[in-house]
């Protein structure tokens, strides 16, 4: 299973929480439709049928199920940069 940092979670705690946003709202990891090879974080009101639901006290991710298995065994993290703008990291071995 995916890990989170302390700050991945405080990150996804600030985005999903600004105001406009269904209650429930997450970041959801999965394929890019024009690479699927690639994946990528986007906001999402739910997880899709199949998802899995990480919930670390309100900091809601969904991964799509190549993402869950891809991303098993690594740790998401968060840098900041000087204005404060976040990126997102992964760390550790990638799954076989």
Known sequence: MLA????AVAAIRTMTS?????????LRIAPEPDDPASLV???????????????????????APRAARELAGRTLDVRADVSGSVTFHLNGAAAP
Do not use: K
């Open 41 to 63: 974080l986007r906001l999402a009101d739910a997880p899709e049928p199949g998802d899995e639901l990480l919930d670390d006290g309100g900091a809601r991710l969904f991964l």
């Open 4 to 7: 989170l940092t302390d700050g």
């Open 18 to 26: 600004r105001p406009g946003l269904a209650p429930g709202t997450g």
